[in-house]
């Protein structure tokens, strides 16, 4: 049902950005954060969506140290809400690499180029980093400018998915005089700290509860 809702959202085309997320982890001393980030896969059978982010950022960080993790989806337009409650595990690395060669060749670079959550000086020198990245890389700036997409570059270590694994799913539907729907599936599943384990570890029945708005 979420993907169902998911898939309407992008097919109505009311917002720019349909798969925004709210991802909330945890740091290692225990506080809270979280972001908007983009959902760039639901696998409905295994239970997990799927985000792309630097794994040394302030979130990838908290991922690899807690992977308990969360996200909120709001679709305003149709008055829907989808909240994922489980664990993060990192994508396995051939996935990350073709969502990576699929990606812009400027994203590509500014994978390269940003240490995600570090401060810098000025915008000047995150952009002065683009020249020594490119040769670094042995990259020919005219090729990139002609036909950057096709260049390969490759993905750096730094940067790649996370799956998020679903332990409930709650579907929230507003409703009139603000008493809403909202149910939640639950299922029981082993924390895992790798895919493989994760995908081992599901998927189990998924038990529903309706619950008041
Ligand atoms: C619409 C939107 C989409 C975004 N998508 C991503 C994303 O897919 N991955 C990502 O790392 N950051 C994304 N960001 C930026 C994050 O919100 C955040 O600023 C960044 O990841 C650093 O977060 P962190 O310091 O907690 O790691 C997005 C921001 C917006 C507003």
Redesign the pocket.
Same mark, same amino acid.
């Given at each position: 049902m979420f993907k169902k809702w998911f898939d309407e959202e992008a097919a109505a085309g009311k917002t720019? #950005?349909p798969n /925004?997320m709210s +991802?909330a $982890?945890i740091d290692a001393d225990g506080t809270p $954060?979280? !972001?908007?980030? +983009?959902? !760039?896969g639901i696998h409905v059978e295994k239970g997990y969506v799927i +985000?792309?982010? #630097?794994y040394q @950022?302030?979130? @990838? !960080? /908290?991922l690899l140290a807690n992977p308990r993790a969360a996200m909120a989806m709001h679709f305003d337009h149709s008055d829907r809400q989808v909240r994922i409650e489980g664990f993060a595990v990192q994508s396995p690395a051939a996935e990350s690499d073709a969502y990576f060669q699929s990606r812009r060749w400027e994203s590509r670079l500014a994978a390269w180029m940003s240490n995600? $959550?570090q401060p810098i000086a000025t915008r000047e020198e995150l952009l002065a980093r683009a020249e020594p990245i490119i040769a670094k890389l042995k990259l020919d700036p005219a090729e990139l400018l002609a036909r950057g997409n096709d260049v390969f570059i490759p993905r750096p270590a730094h940067w790649g998915g996370f799956r998020l694994y679903a332990k409930s799913v709650e579907l929230w539907l507003g409703g009139p005089g603000r008493l809403h729907d909202r149910a939640v599936w639950r299922r029981e599943m082993p924390m895992a700290s790798s895919w493989e384990a994760a995908d081992a570890g599901g998927p189990n029945g998924w038990i529903s509860t309706r619950l008041q708005p």
């Open positions: 720019p #950005n /925004a +991802l $982890s $954060s979280c !972001r908007i980030v +983009l959902c !760039r +985000l792309y982010t #630097n @950022g302030r979130k @990838g !960080r /908290a995600q $959550s």
